[in-house]
């Protein structure tokens, strides 16, 4: 069984945010999806408590969706009841598990214009629904979810789950460079246009779908709205943590590979700065400058220890000269594969060839500036130390380091305006 998919065009970027219709007659504008396996006790209970809270607070049109994911037992006949019981809930029935599949397959098929999911057990407060769902609303945000890990965050749970929680957090810090503070929180919403780009990229159906979600939407540079949340651990969870953690653990490795592979289109996920038309029709404005600076000195600092790495092996068997050329060349085409992806974000193999050719002419000038400076060096002190040799690189290094930001800013990398639409073409 195939995993459905939104419909809808996936070509260009997306639009600038805009606040979302409210006004459409009979078309909720928000969905919230519970999903559940073997809920039987506990599902009427939430499904009562969360309309009523939406009933009183919430003040547009809703609907609450029951996704049952292949129970067992009596769930798919309490979902059916409610369902016929109260307008504003339906029921949908899936034969296959898996939490993500669920959401994946109601959001596919809802035509509201924001989307949320929470877990039956109810543990986040439903007072902050409302906080949670308003950015997307106003168009502010792609996505919100909850953080149990907020320092205004009010948390009852053992001290297992505690740790497991924050390790887990910890291990999207360091292996996929995460900022969101808490990514398995039961408490999130997505705009509808957000999801018909985002969900057909994110593979997992079951207990990672959430982090692969939020890890693609964050490195396409979506606003992620964080609301801090109160939160009781439910005792009865039927939750197993040990496979759910090394499933999560295969994901996170396998959404690593692909994001350094560059294998997904991230661009169509792209949003046009601001939402003043004004800021639509700005050309040639070069932007990120910060962002490139700080990834361009990192990737620079580390190819630079590489270098001189390189430098001092090759110098215990050949002289100066060509152990400069050679760890200078070794090193800039690792310098410019690094700065391809991680500074100026080009992904996919498309033009590498031609970047590693010009990264080598950018290779050439530094090679004249550093070997220059070798010359020099040996022309006025005859037989110079290894010491004072790596300080005049070192020296050297940094003036062509400069010049090489500059050429790979404006000439290996250049930022490519989208072609603007004119008017007269269409006459």
């Not at 969905?31 to 009562?48: F, G, W």
């Not at 007072?127 to 949670?132: D, E, K, V």
């Not at 919403?189 to 969900?199: F, P, Y």
């Not at 396409?220 to 039927?238: K, Y």
Request: glycine content about 8%; overall charge neutral; some cysteine.
């Amino acid at each position: 069984m195939r995993t459905p998919t939104i419909a809808g065009p996936l070509s260009g970027a997306l639009p600038a945010r805009e606040h979302l219709p409210v006004d459409s007659a009979g078309r909720p504008v928000l969905d919230v999806v519970i999903p559940v396996y073997n809920e039987e006790k506990d599902l009427e209970p939430c499904v009562r408590r969360l309309h009523e809270h939406l009933l009183r607070t919430f003040p547009y049109d809703f609907r609450i969706t029951v996704a049952d994911n292949a129970s067992t037992d009596s769930t798919p006949e309490v979902a059916a009841g409610l369902a016929a019981d109260v307008p504003e809930v339906r029921a949908v029935r899936l034969e296959q598990k898996g939490r993500g599949r669920a959401l994946r397959t109601v959001w596919s098929d809802s035509d509201a214009p924001v989307l949320a999911y929470m877990d039956v057990d109810l543990s986040t407060d439903l007072n902050a629904l409302l906080p949670l769902v308003a950015p997307l609303i106003s168009g502010h945000s792609d996505l919100a979810i909850g953080s149990r890990l907020a320092r205004s965050s009010r948390v009852v749970r053992g001290p297992k789950r505690e740790f497991i929680s924050r390790a887990y957090n910890l291990i999207l810090r360091g292996s996929l460079a995460a900022r969101f503070s808490d990514a398995q929180c039961g408490f999130k919403a997505i705009r509808r246009d957000v999801a018909e780009r985002l969900l057909p990229m994110v593979e997992d159906t079951g207990w990672f779908f959430d982090t692969e979600l939020l890890v693609l939407a964050e490195r396409a540079g979506l606003r992620i709205h964080e609301v801090p949340v109160d939160w009781v651990d439910d005792p009865d969870s039927t939750v197993h943590i040990v496979s759910t953690a090394t499933d999560d653990l295969k994901g996170v490795w396998r959404v690593g590979r692909a994001l350094a592979t560059g294998s997904l289109p991230l661009d169509r996920l792209a949003r046009p700065f601001g939402d003043d038309p004004r800021d639509r029709e700005l050309t040639d404005v070069p932007g990120g400058l910060a962002r490139q600076l700080v990834g361009f000195c990192v990737v620079g600092v580390l190819s630079t220890l590489f270098y001189l790495a390189l430098y001092s092996l090759f110098r215990l068997g050949v002289g100066p000269q060509l152990a400069n050329a050679g760890a200078l060349l070794v090193s800039a085409v690792a310098n410019t594969a690094a700065n391809r992806r991680l500074t100026f974000g080009v992904r996919g193999r498309d033009r590498a060839v031609r970047h590693q050719a010009q990264g080598l002419v950018v290779f050439a000038i530094g090679l004249a500036l550093t070997s220059g400076s070798l010359a020099a060096l040996g022309a006025a002190t005859g037989n110079p130390a290894h010491s004072t040799e790596l300080v005049v690189l070192v020296v050297a290094n940094l003036a062509a380091t400069v010049l090489r930001f500059l050429l790979f800013r404006l000439w290996v990398f250049p930022q490519r305006s989208p072609a603007r639409h004119d008017p007269r073409d269409d006459r």
